[in-house]
């Protein structure tokens, strides 16, 4: 795992495509995207406060060239949620990897399926599963489960 | 007659498997659709946290009846990617070949099914009859018919059985044969030109923005494929070209996955003549490291992904699974808008749903 | 003989021999009672009752006959089926004769199921469709007469029903008021749509059908299928008409609705189309019905078309004739199985923009032809 500095590097000549999206990244978000990292070529992987998701998707489609949402997958620690953003970019064939934190009593973020519509269906999936809330999201029922099923099958605290 | 709303589903000849798609109708018009899914939801991905990494390789074959072996090597390709495990250039062309001939197996039962839903019985039991070799021949190397449980955590279960080049060739030399005899029998058939050409458009834009991805993507003009663009396994040592029309319609999706079978039959022969000797498994350590894993496949219906989470123990903590059939689903209303009923089961069937990984 | 001779014979024997113990019974009883019993038995004897009743003895004989076909149609049916579409087919009910009873099998499978009527649905309408629909199809039968000396005839020189080729397309247009009423009394929305839809096709393909048939009339100069016949003397109306045949073919697949132009009954997107709710033996003689419909329209194109039972006379007229809607068939059935289903603005907009014009071009051959003097 290579951990790449952001801050330090010296000069734009010559950066891969991974490094140039983890600065600009870092650059429209200085306090909010954290611990960038190269995982391996293609993949990338930044830490997102979960308040500003929204603006750093629309960064990220809008002016980075990420196209293709491929997958939102929520993660239950003893702690925190964890939503994990898998966003590709077709043109400079890279994969971000975006986390995003929670606190356990309140699992609120964004809806970001207005920018890629393909988020619907995830987002609706993660909430029936995991029951994390997205906000402002224009459908957010069940979706695999029943619609009174009065639990979310993934979370930990739930046997069976 | 007034708009009104047909359930097509959960019983329909229509649906392949059990979902369910209301539409509503103005006559034969299609003014709105809302798929429904879920009826298949076995909670796969909550049975998988109670299992160790081996014993789960059977239950990802149970993800998709048409292409078992694409995810159950996802699995293990995840897998690997946690736990840092190197798997023997063998095992690799092996998967490949493997997988690249679940690909033909899966698009001909595609084919076979796009044919019966269209009213073509021939189209049916031809192509039925020609999957018959590519079934026999993974029998052949797996022991199995349709969930072949065959990849394993750091390689393959077995090597090849004996004879298994002489066999693959000869069977891809049929299928191309084959392949010819489908062109001439679909593009021939006016009446299948006339129920294709233009129906279901599905824009660039659209469908890069609801997800759609694989051969629906690639038949609307953008020309990606996870083989080519982010190689796995050995898919850069392949030569092959990557299937891409820009009509975005019913036909160019069944055009795309033509052509792709024709790559395949040419990424089945290369793997065998530049497959090396040595092992084809490695010991794979029975505990994960915590961290996280990623797995990314191009799957027959599109691009699949495993996300693992390990925390030190023998059983994943998390596993999530990524269908491609799942988010393609999301955007039939947008295709499905404007066209006739009878365009439900051309356009529906030519984005080749598989339930077992739609609801998981 | 003819047939009409040979169930009149039948019957002039049968109510001798009744009578003869009728008689003699009435010859115990009081004298009111005999004279009654004489009446009744003079009645019987009367050449108006016994033509009568030759009549519609006849018209069992030929349906008979022509289920017997019509088994055999549904033989070839799944038979064929089997070799276009590399599997074997019935095989094992009938070894030594090749599946051939494979059917009868099924009939009877389906025979002894319950009926079940849908709650909601219109009860009467619901059970009366079928009946119309299998009626109204089995009575074109009745009319087609395999040769000259077999078919319904009215008197014993053989003059057939005048109009008989009219009264087949008409009784062959009925079905679809019964489609309707099955679709609409179902209460079920993919019957409904399938109604709907059978109503919009028969309508359409209705017009060529009767252009081609009013073409082969104009050159036959009769409504008589013996006189149609005997007009394809010389050539059978196949060479001057093949506009018209080939017209006349595709709009009878879309009357009998058969794969490319079973949008009623579309089964990938309407389930069963008009015979979703219909089940057991009501499903039953919708199936056979449809063989029967496509023996009717195979014998309609023999007879209008294929010369009828012209032919070299080392076979017998009956057995042409016979063959020739054996081929017919086999052609309908060739390209139900190897072609996909259109759509149903395809199917209306082929039946008016082509058909039609088609249709009407080919009346104006045969006008031409018949005011030329060639026929």
Not at chain 2, 54 to 68: E, F, H, V
Not at chain 2, 144 to 160: K, W
Request: hydrophobic fraction near 45%.
């Amino acid at each position: 795992m290579e951990a790449v500095s952001i801050e330090k590097a010296p000069s734009r000549i010559g950066e891969n495509p991974e490094q140039r999206v983890l600065r600009a990244l870092a650059e429209s978000f200085p306090k909010t995207v954290s611990d960038g990292a190269r995982l391996r070529p293609g993949l990338v992987r930044a830490k997102v406060d979960r308040s500003d998701i929204f603006r750093v998707c629309r960064v990220l489609k809008d002016n980075l060239g990420f196209e293709h949402l491929t997958m939102i997958s929520a993660v239950e620690y003893d702690d925190r949620f964890e939503i994990v953003y898998h966003i590709a970019s077709y043109q400079s064939k890279l994969l971000l990897e975006l986390i995003s934190t929670t606190p356990k009593d309140d699992p609120t973020v964004d809806s970001i399926s207005s920018i890629w519509g393909g988020a619907n269906w995830q987002e609706r999936e993660s909430y029936d599963l995991m029951g994390i809330v997205f906000r402002s999201h224009p459908k957010l029922e069940r979706i695999l489960l029943p619609k009174d099923v009065l639990y979310h099958p993934l979370r930990k605290d739930f046997k069976g | 007659m007034a708009e009104m709303w047909i359930n097509m589903g959960p019983q329909h000849p229509m649906t392949h498997g059990l979902w369910n798609l209301r539409v509503k109708v103005d006559g034969e018009t299609i003014v709105d659709a809302e798929p429904e899914v879920g009826y298949l939801h076995r909670g796969i991905e909550k049975i998988c946290e109670g299992l160790t990494y081996p014993q789960i390789i059977p239950i990802t074959d149970r993800l998709c009846y048409g292409s078992s072996l694409t995810w159950s090597h996802l699995y293990c390709q995840s897998v690997e990617d946690l736990m840092g495990v190197e798997v023997p250039e063998r095992a690799e062309y092996i998967r490949v070949m493997a997988i690249e001939m679940q690909r033909i197996a899966s698009h001909l039962m595609w084919l076979a099914a796009y044919a019966g839903d269209l009213g073509m019985s021939v189209g049916f039991t031809y192509t039925m009859r020609d999957r018959e070799v590519f079934v026999d021949l993974l029998q052949a190397l797996t022991g199995s018919r349709l969930t072949y449980n065959y990849p394993r955590i750091g390689g393959v279960a077995h090597d090849l059985p004996p004879n298994f080049d002489r066999d693959s060739i000869r069977a891809v030399d049929y299928m191309e044969g084959r392949l010819k005899e489908y062109e001439d029998l679909f593009e021939g058939s006016k009446i299948f030109m006339m129920r294709n050409v233009g129906i279901g458009l599905l824009r660039k834009e659209d469908a890069l923005n609801l997800g759609v991805t694989g051969p629906s993507l690639r038949a609307s003009g953008v020309s990606y494929d996870l083989r080519k663009d982010m190689p796995y396994s050995v898919y850069p040592e392949m030569d092959f070209e990557v299937a891409t029309l820009d009509d975005g319609d019913c036909y160019a999706r069944y055009r795309v996955r033509m052509d792709e079978m024709w790559e395949s039959c040419k990424i089945v022969r290369q793997a065998l003549q530049k497959m090396p000797k040595g092992r084809w498994r490695m010991v794979s350590p029975r505990n994960a490291p915590a961290g996280t894993g990623l797995g990314r496949v191009e799957d027959p219906r599109g691009e699949a992904v495993m996300y693992v989470v390990g925390d030190g123990s023998d059983k994943p903590y998390r596993l999530k699974i990524r269908s491609p059939i799942f988010v393609t689903v999301s955007a039939a209303p947008k295709i499905l808008v404007g066209y006739k009923l009878a365009d439900v089961v051309a356009i529906m069937g030519g984005l080749d749903m598989c339930i077992g990984e739609n609801d998981r | 003989m003819n047939l009409f001779e040979f169930c009149y014979g039948i019957l002039h024997w049968l109510v001798d021999l009744v009578n003869n113990l009728w008689y003699w019974l009435g010859d115990f009883l009081p004298w009111y009672f005999g004279d009654f019993f004489t009446a009744v038995g003079d009645f019987a004897a009367s050449d108006g009752h016994l033509t009568f009743m030759t009549i519609l003895l006849e018209s069992v004989v030929i349906i008979v006959v022509a289920l017997i076909n019509v088994l055999n149609f549904l033989w070839i049916f799944r038979k064929l089926s089997g070799r276009i579409l590399d599997f074997y087919g019935p095989y094992y009910v009938g070894y030594r004769i090749g599946g051939w009873l494979q059917n009868l099998a099924d009939g009877m499978k389906l025979f002894i199921k319950e009926i079940i009527v849908p709650t909601k649905a219109d009860r009467l309408g619901f059970l009366l469709a079928p009946v119309i629909f299998v009626a109204s199809s089995l009575v074109i039968l009745s009319v087609i007469p395999l040769s000259v000396n077999f078919g319904l005839s009215t008197n014993e020189s053989g003059e057939y029903v005048s109009a008989g080729a009219l009264f087949a397309l008409a009784a062959f247009s009925i079905a679809p008021f019964a489609i309707l009423l099955a679709g609409w009394s179902s209460n079920n929305k993919y019957t409904l749509i399938g109604g709907m839809r059978s109503a919009a096709q028969m309508m359409s393909y209705e017009i060529p059908l009767i252009l081609c048939a009013a073409s082969v009339f104009l050159l036959a100069g009769s409504f008589n299928f013996v006189d149609i016949v005997d007009a394809q003397h010389d050539v059978w109306f196949l060479i001057p008409l093949f506009i018209g045949f080939v017209v006349f073919l595709i709009c009878l697949i879309a009357e009998v609705e058969i794969i490319p132009f079973d949008l009623p009954e579309a089964e990938a997107e309407l389930v069963e189309g008009w015979t979703t709710e219909y089940g057991g033996m009501r499903f039953g003689l919708f199936y056979m019905t449809t063989a029967v419909r496509s023996y009717a329209g195979g014998a309609l194109a023999t007879a209008f078309f294929l010369g009828g039972w012209q032919g070299p006379s080392f076979i017998p007229d009956e057995i042409w004739f016979l063959i020739k809607a054996y081929i017919v068939y086999t052609v309908f059935m060739w390209l139900t199985w190897s072609v996909p289903r259109v759509r149903i603005d395809q199917m209306l907009g082929l039946g008016w923009k082509r058909l039609l014009p088609l249709a009407m071009l080919n009346l104006l051959i045969a006008a031409a032809l018949k005011s030329g003097g060639w026929f």
